[in-house]
């Protein structure tokens, strides 16, 4: 006989799981694409490309999020399909998406003017998919009561990045967004930014949360 496996807590609504994962996954291809064709187009090589792209805050953190949706629904008993199926470790990632599509539209929209396919990539990585994400959390994701504190725990996605960009930096000496430019800005104004940053993600860790409990409390129709 086969062991029964211990129950868990399944997403509603699959087809629109599916919807976000088909959506970031596109996303990040057409982004690849893209990328590598520019570094080729400027003489640099394959891994030099893909080095560039995966040296982004918005590619890993919609990697994140395809990653995050496509096991449960491909492997949902796996130990990663039910470790992301807990709805802390999803609104952690709806939470770091929902970073990415704010702070672009803040803080870097006006820095460039992508064009034609570049554009459908700079919409579906910064706006489509925190979008779709937030909303699947609200439908897909059971509501659960996490603690206050739950943000700081979060946080531990945007640190790990930042340490990344910073060492990668100082390495090759380009920076992936001007705001952590320690070249331009140095690193006193560079951490401030950075501080700034996480605060504003504590904040809509601290909505989310917030959400959470309401929907629990709230009277069932």
Not at 2 to 14: C, G, K, L, S
Not at 20 to 28: D, H, Q, R, Y
Not at 40 to 68: C, D, E, I, K, R
């Amino acid at each position: 006989m086969h062991p029964t496996p211990h129950p868990i807590a399944r997403w509603r609504h699959p087809r629109l799981t599916v919807l976000v994962a088909v959506v970031a996954w596109f996303g990040l291809g057409l982004q690849l694409m893209l990328s590598l064709r520019l570094v080729q187009a400027q003489g640099g090589t394959l891994s030099g490309g893909l080095a560039l792209y995966l040296s982004y805050f918005t590619v890993l953190t919609n990697l994140l999020v395809a990653v995050s949706l496509s096991w449960p629904l491909l492997r949902p008993h796996s130990t990663p399909g039910r470790w992301f199926q807990q709805p802390g470790v999803a609104t952690a990632v709806a939470v770091n998406i929902a970073l990415v599509g704010m702070s672009y539209h803040l803080l870097l929209r006006n820095v460039w003017d992508p064009q034609g396919l570049q554009k459908v990539a700079d919409i579906t990585l910064h706006y489509a998919v925190p979008l779709l994400c937030v909303v699947h959390w609200w439908f897909s994701v059971p509501p659960a009561r996490m603690a206050w504190r739950a943000p700081l725990v979060w946080t531990a996605w945007p640190l790990a990045y930042l340490a990344y960009a910073l060492l990668r930096g100082l390495w090759v000496q380009s920076y992936p967004y001007p705001f952590i430019d320690v070249t331009a800005l140095g690193y006193s104004r560079t951490l401030l930014n950075s501080l700034v940053l996480l605060m504003a993600f504590l904040l809509v860790g601290a909505a989310f949360v917030a959400v959470a409990r309401w929907r629990l409390q709230r009277p069932a129709r």
